[in-house]
């Protein structure tokens, strides 16, 4: 039996479409059962649509508070009995029930090498540093924020000229391969973590 997989976005998804692409791959231990957005504008909900992947919107403006918007989150996940949960560009913050209800299932992708530079604004952050190496984590979310054990890492070398769009765009090429080979990685049980090298630019 393949692992399911519901994938939460808040926008464009181009992380989302890497993990649906690795999975149609016939010897893929695990397989995509949803796609969710917290933004009904989201344009990858179109994007899952095209390949034929089941979507909701859980709109979180339509809630009173965090609380109901979860509840109604949960609920939703809970109809397509996901066994792995993937944050792909998700923006919003998961209270610590709401992660201790999924325990252990939900993963995030997020563009720096943590510890380093938990939260927003990682690749200005970076850059304001002056760190010569830089790149993206694949971890198990826990309560609390980017803190969960990590599954991988890929990172980028930064360049002298970079700026945190040149910079934001190399890590999510990065990023596209590095989320869909932990998950493959994850749906058979190893919880190795997985290192990808620099890129050699
Ligand atoms: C990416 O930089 C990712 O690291 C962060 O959200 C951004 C957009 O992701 N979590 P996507 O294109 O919506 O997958």
């Known amino acids: 039996m393949k692992k399911r997989v519901a994938i939460l976005i808040s926008?464009?998804?181009?992380?989302?479409?890497?993990?649906?692409e690795a999975m149609t791959d016939p010897d893929h231990a695990a397989e995509p059962c949803l796609v969710v957005s917290n933004r009904p504008e989201a344009g990858g909900i179109a994007k899952a649509r095209a390949r034929g992947v089941a979507t909701e919107i859980v709109d979180h403006k339509a809630f009173a508070d965090k609380q109901a918007f979860e509840t109604a989150l949960a609920a939703t996940l809970d109809a397509h009995t996901p066994d792995i949960i993937c944050l792909a560009g998700f923006m919003r913050l998961l209270s610590a029930e709401f992660v201790t209800r999924f325990e252990t299932q939900i993963l995030n992708i997020h563009p720096s090498l943590l510890p380093a530079y938990k939260g927003l604004n990682t690749h200005a952050r970076a850059l304001a540093d002056g760190v010569a190496i830089h790149g993206c984590t694949v971890h198990v979310v826990t309560p609390e924020l980017d803190t969960g054990p990590i599954l991988g890492q890929s990172a980028v070398f930064v360049r002298p000229d970079d700026t945190p769009d040149?910079?934001?765009?190399?890590?999510?090429?990065?990023?596209?391969?590095?989320?869909p080979a932990v998950l493959a990685r994850f749906a058979t049980g190893d919880f190795t973590p997985l290192s990808l090298f620099p890129d050699r630019v």
């Open 166 to 179: 040149t910079l934001a765009a190399r890590v999510l090429t990065q990023e596209h391969r590095l989320y």
């Open 11 to 20: 926008g464009g998804g181009s992380n989302m479409e890497a993990l649906l």
